[in-house]
């Protein structure tokens, strides 16, 4: 099935409900048509959202007691403690009644198909509080479905599109029982952060792959991330921002070599020329590639160091701070991992998106640096420190579930196997 262009696509559904509302439907499909104008602004304005990857307030009217996570709370917050001790209680009543039914895959679950495996999609819509009980266990794909997904999705960190996909609907059949082991569990985690964290500081959530930066208890900008494979986690941090690098160059790590710059090179020597990094021995001076036995470990005597520039690994910004662990956050010029469910590609350090705004954020009270310099000297390329005026506390923290001031329950894949369930808890294969 095609996508159609958005302008066209509002009347489309109202044609369905009204068609719908005349016939097979009758009487309850005649008052979803009454109300199509108004859900198809809802609608219109979670597809805007969802491109500025925002989350929504409410639906309309009928449904107001169904609440989209607000976008401005953050996730290490003292009430965060309380709200999601609240919440176990609950998904230990749906545990023990039976949880909420497995989802079947289907690819008629779309809006204005009807199908078998919606009610069931409805029944698990309405069991996680994403779809209000009055819209009913009929076997129709309507727009009040769509939102409820759309929710669900939000609460998962899961592209807001209201469609099930691998993944989304991977994340409707994780047993409630799995469910209420996390909470269990995150809640610890989260009285560990509960004290005083500071009024301006860095979170990220590893597992979500999102980073907020808070000031006097709001989330005033968030940033989708990229962090560490399963085999090479990135890990808790508890540290300070100190420093921010323009047009850095980036030093290949040891690690990095060993596991993937030799198989790289024994596979495409000109790999090294191509990426414009430069091999320097000990005392600085350049080797060329053709001076080291790729078919050994020779290379790790070396120094690898990626010139500045558009296709450096580290994009044109390197986010420091003391670690013993020698990771830091950067650009990337890898954006499309960005628009990815899974964002877990990196060998430990942080990807930023949208980088220049935290970076402005960082650099509000440090003399010479507002929005327009940062950008004047990324543009010109040259290499450049800024040191913080004031460090700012960072933290790199592993919560996979947890329910922020609002009440709505949060939920992330355990990546890493941390939550002491068994298995990870994975919402794609």
Known sequence: MTDRPRSSSIWDRRAVLRHLGQGALGAG????????????????????????????QTYDAGIRSVKMPKSSLPTLAPQTVQTTEAAIPRYE??????????????????????????????????????????????DVFDSYVEAGVKRFQARHGLTVDGLVREATLSAMNVPAEVRVAQLRTNLTRLKSFSGNLGPKFVMCNIPAAQIEAIENGVAVTRHTAVVGKPDRASPEINSRI???????????????????????????????????IRILDGRGRELQPTQINWYSEEAVNYMFKQDPGDFNSLGAIRINFPSAHGVYMHDTPSRNLFGEDFRFHSSGCVRVQNVRELVTWLLAGTPGWSRQQIDQVIRSGERKDARLKTPVPLYWVYVTAWATQDGVVQFRDDIYGRDGIGAATISRG
């Open 242 to 276: 100190v420093e921010v690098n323009f047009n850095p160059y980036w030093t290949v790590p040891v690690s990095i070599v060993k596991r993937d710059l030799i198989p790289r090179m024994q596979e495409e020597p000109d790999y090294l020329t191509k990426q414009r």
């Open 93 to 138: 009543q749906l545990a023990a009644q039976g949880g909420w039914p497995a989802v079947p895959n289907s690819d008629r679950m779309r809006l204005g198909n009807r199908d078998k495996a919606v009610i069931a999609l409805r029944q698990r819509l309405i069991a996680g509080g994403d779809l209000a009980t009055s819209a009913g266990v009929s």
């Open 29 to 56: 499909a005649a008052l979803a048509a009454g109300r199509a104008e108004a859900q198809d602004k809802v609608l219109q304005m979670l597809m805007e959202q969802t491109r500025r990857s925002d989350f929504g």
